[in-house]
Each structure stands twice: as C-alpha cells, then as structure tokens.
C-alpha cells in the first residue's frame, strides 16, 4: 500500500500563491488516482481536485475552476497542487488522498473511494 506525504501549506495574503505537494511513499503511485479535498471546521470535507495517473486526466472542482491546477512529476513521485488568486474563502485543512484504479467522472469527487489519506496541511489566506 502507498503512503501520501503532503507538505507545502502556509499563510498568504489573498491574490497570493501557493503549492502543496503529495509524495507517495511506500510504493508508486503507478495506476493509482490521487486527488486533493480540503476541509474547514464544521463543514464537510470538499472535493477540490484530482489526477488520474496513467493518463494524467484531471478534474477540478467548481469553486477551483481556472485558478488552481494538479499536476504530477513521474520522476519524484509526487503529485502537486498549484493555487493561485487565493481566496479567504480557500482557507481550510487540505487532505491528499490516493486509491488504486483509474477513477473518473463522479466518482473522482467522492471522498469515501479513497484508501490513503495524508494528515492534512493548513492554508490560510488573509483577506
């Protein structure tokens, strides 16, 4: 089984940056879907994005459309997150997630299909 590693969180001002990275440990991430969701306390955990990783097909949610993008780096193992133009409204806990096949449509935006979680990285961004 894989591990997920996250780091990269931080404080931004909003307009600002900021890339998060999720490293498999363990194994590979080789026919593996990994995918972001973030969490604010209260609230259910949100689907933000994913990437398949035989194909390198993403998804995104509505609220990330155009100002965030996930990408991978075969040769680290490593998937990560870009975050642009952020919002207070982005402020919360960001998860990775991963699980073994190829996932798509729908289903990609479901938390309870991933296996591995990651502990969880803060983003704030101040207004």
């Known amino acids: 089984q894989v591990e997920v590693v996250e780091s990269g969180g931080g404080l931004v001002q909003a307009g600002g940056s900021l890339r998060l990275s999720c490293a498999a440990s363990?194994?590979?991430?080789?026919?593996?879907?990994v995918a972001w969701f973030r969490q604010v306390p209260g609230k259910e955990r949100e689907f933000v994005a994913a990437?398949?990783?035989?194909?390198?097909?993403?998804y995104y949610g509505d609220s990330v459309k155009g100002r965030f993008t996930i990408y991978k780096d075969s040769a680290k193992d490593t998937v990560f997150l870009q975050m642009n133009n952020l919002k207070p409204e982005d402020t919360a806990v960001y998860y990775c997630a991963a699980s073994y096949g190829y996932y798509s449509g729908d289903v990609v935006r479901r938390e309870y299909e991933y296996d591995y979680w990651g502990q969880g990285t803060q983003v704030t961004a101040s207004s």
């Open positions: 990437i398949s990783w035989s194909d390198g097909t993403t």
């Open positions: 363990g194994r590979t991430y080789s026919s593996y879907t």
